[in-house]
């Protein structure tokens, strides 16, 4: 059997199989890693080199004006903690709403779970949209806060779906009729047995609402208007506006060092709004791995 097997990884065909997924699979990592990557050259080199094309897989001119300005600009860096504040508070919210209420609707014993679970997911076809929404922030007087941009969303559906099917995988009932048996009641259950067993998809969680906090500028654009409290993404934004409306200007000669400037701390602000991210998923790999694929096999 074990030669069988031997002959048959080493039989031609395979061979060329096994080639052709490490293409895919090299050409897809390209794909991804290059923009990052080309993001971080281009942060520290001379803009013209840039717009000349010559900046392809190593820096060309090497500058830190970029970061010098970015670190020094006082808008950057106070949108940089308010974006900090948002997503680790949006994180703790989403997870206390999140977590609970997929046990609960992991538990076949509540009554009307299936109904419940029905009309949440009927909110992932059905969106009122922008406005209703607007209305509600404003009539909840949350306008211009950060809590505009975190209770609106403070539950995705999908990420709730995940979570129950987790649960439902991985905590069988007879797991709390013992507890029962024990002198547990649910809040007990919940929080000593439940819990500790899901570091897994809590760390899912983490990286899916913390991601979404920190990528999201859209309802900072809609919901704030007091530039103190504008995220980094927002920011961005507003530095990737500022140079299309440079470029439109008529007296090229007046603005091609202000342009050049705002060039490199568009890229250089990319890299450092990326970071964060880059830092959280190697600590959380492991279990988001078998979080979301628990979620994904069993449920």
């Known amino acids: 059997m074990t030669h069988t097997v031997s002959r048959m990884k080493t039989s031609p065909a395979d061979r060329i199989f096994d080639i052709a997924v490490y293409v895919l699979l090299g050409f897809a990592v390209l794909t991804v890693l290059y923009p990052l990557y080309?993001?971080?050259i281009a942060s520290i080199s001379n803009p013209d080199a840039i717009y000349q094309g010559r900046v392809v897989l190593l820096p060309k001119e090497i500058t830190a004006l970029g970061y010098q300005r970015i670190f020094s600009n006082t808008v950057i860096f106070r949108s940089y903690?308010?974006?900090?504040?948002?997503?680790?508070?949006?994180?703790?919210?989403?997870?206390?709403?999140?977590?609970?209420?997929?046990?609960?609707?992991?538990?076949?014993?509540l009554p009307g779970r299936s109904l419940i679970l029905k009309l949440m997911i009927f909110t992932m076809y059905f969106y009122g949209g922008i406005i209703p929404l607007y209305i509600v922030v404003r009539y909840l007087k949350l306008l211009n806060t950060m809590w505009s941009l975190i209770f609106p969303t403070a539950i995705v559906t999908y990420n709730l779906i995940v979570a129950r099917a987790f649960y439902i995988s991985m905590i069988p009932s007879e797991l709390f009729e013992a507890s029962v048996l024990d002198g547990c009641n649910y809040t007990k259950f919940f929080f000593y047995i439940v819990l500790p067993l899901s570091k897994a998809i809590i760390s899912v969680m983490v990286l899916f609402y913390a991601t979404k906090m920190w990528n999201g500028f859209m309802d900072a654009l809609i919901y704030l208007s007091n530039e103190s409290k504008f995220p980094l993404q927002l920011v961005l934004r507003n530095i990737l506006l500022q140079s299309q409306a440079l470029a439109l200007l008529d007296d090229a000669t007046a603005v091609a060092d202000q342009q050049k400037a705002t060039e490199l701390i568009k890229y250089g602000v990319v890299v450092v709004a990326s970071f964060p991210m880059l830092c959280l998923y190697p600590f959380i790999q492991k279990h988001f791995v078998s979080g979301i694929m628990i979620g994904a096999v069993k449920g």
């Open 38 to 40: 080309f993001m971080c």
């Open 81 to 109: 903690l308010n974006s900090i504040i948002y997503t680790i508070s949006g994180v703790l919210i989403s997870l206390i709403l999140t977590i609970p209420t997929a046990f609960a609707l992991s538990r076949p014993e």
